[in-house]
């Protein structure tokens, strides 16, 4: 098309209308979302294995104890999965916008959905760490897990491909395959301190979590089934006494060969016997049958009384263990039955009627598997 000017000059509308259809060629291709990267450190599902040998944190979002430490998501209470224990399912997460938190691999540009969840007061690896949780994603079939290692600052990321979508699902993977997003960083290792336990999904995608579980899987031989669900777990080796830690007894390190920490029993100003007291930093609900698990050292052979209460209500219930071992560590296990509904613990209390050292650690208190 030829058009003229008024003064008489001739041009050409062609080249301009070219031009104009380059430029919004390009401008509408700069507004497409760009491709996703090829993920690297792809891994694949693998069993829970039985009752673990250690677990270093979990959450299920059925008390807002740890709320504070709810870092991404919105809680969600209603359209819940079904309940894997006694008692109903309250609370899940759902992931919100966000950016990724590895400031020095992670993609600063892109957006994700995202879950995260901080395990205050960061705890040491064992040699198999594994990671279980339930997720439900839609518009997308990928799942990043991505830890923060305190001991070496810096992120360490697994990635799920091919995953069932619009429903809800069981997951565990091996954090120990864990590496930087560029491959590098070596394996997870023990005694590594950990940080951020995160979940990231496509920006456009929805994602829910619930029931997050890590742990040092079960050693071999083990029959004991995984807990329906976990209720309080207690170690001492990160954080102090009073503040991540709450309660009567004092931190105090291991003997050689053992490493970190445990709990010394303190004088109970009430009775002048040694006692432990542990509080749960809040209320926690029971279940019917709910198992205590944990080690402990006397020096000598006596009678050792586990209680569970509420320091608040005043409700308690004792076990008494009256042939433990002595003068090493041993494994005690001990079962509360509860038929009161809607019944909640925030103690464990271990008490002595004579003068002698006891040492506790690597408490775990849930409702068994079947």
């Known amino acids: 098309m030829v058009l003229a000017t008024p003064e008489g000059h001739a041009f050409s509308l062609f080249p301009m209308i070219h031009r104009l259809a380059y430029l919004l060629l390009l401008s509408s291709a700069c507004a497409l979302p760009a491709a996703e990267p090829v993920p690297q450190n792809m891994t694949s599902l693998l069993d829970r294995g039985g009752l673990p040998y250690r677990v270093h944190a979990f959450e299920d979002f059925e008390t807002t104890i740890e709320k504070r430490w709810w870092l991404r998501g919105r809680a969600v209470t209603k359209n819940l999965p079904e309940s894997l224990s006694s008692l109903p399912n309250r609370r899940l997460m759902r992931a919100v916008k966000s950016k990724d938190f590895d400031r020095k691999m992670g993609d600063r540009t892109r957006r994700y959905k995202a879950v995260v969840f901080n395990p205050v007061p960061g705890p040491p690896m064992g040699k198999r760490t594994q990671l279980s949780f339930r997720y439900r994603l839609e518009g997308t079939d990928r799942l990043r897990v991505q830890l ?151 020096d000598r052979k006596v009678p050792l009384t586990v209680t569970l209460a509420n320091g608040q209500t005043g409700w308690r219930k004792s076990v008494v263990i009256s042939q433990p071992k002595a003068d090493r560590w041993g494994e005690a296990v001990v079962d509360f039955v ?27 208190l849930y409702e068994p598997g079947d």
Not at 244 to 255: L, Q, Y
Not at 338 to 364: C, G, H, M, W, Y
Request: net charge neutral.
């Open 148 to 298: 923060y290692s305190l001991t070496n600052n810096y992120h360490r990321c697994l990635v799920l491909g091919g995953l069932p979508q619009g429903q809800w699902q069981a997951a565990t993977v091996d954090m120990t395959e864990a590496r930087r997003p560029d491959g590098s960083g070596g394996p997870l290792s023990e005694d590594e301190r950990i940080d951020d336990i995160q979940f990231y999904a496509a920006h456009g995608a929805e994602l829910k979590i619930d029931d997050i579980v890590l742990y040092d899987r079960a050693v071999e031989g083990e029959q004991r089934p995984f807990p329906k669900r976990i209720i309080f777990t207690g170690w001492f080796d990160t954080g102090k006494q009073g503040k991540e830690w709450p309660g009567d007894f004092e931190i105090v390190r291991h003997k050689n060969p053992l490493t970190w920490d445990a709990a010394r029993a303190v004088v109970n100003k009430q009775t002048s016997w040694p006692w432990i007291r542990v509080y749960m930093r809040g209320p926690r609900p029971l279940g019917k049958l709910n198992r205590l698990r944990f080690r402990y050292r006397l």
């Open 338 to 364: 509860t038929q009161k509904p809607d019944l909640k613990a925030d103690e464990i209390r271990f008490s002595l009627d004579q003068n002698i050292e006891l040492l506790v650690d690597d408490l775990l």
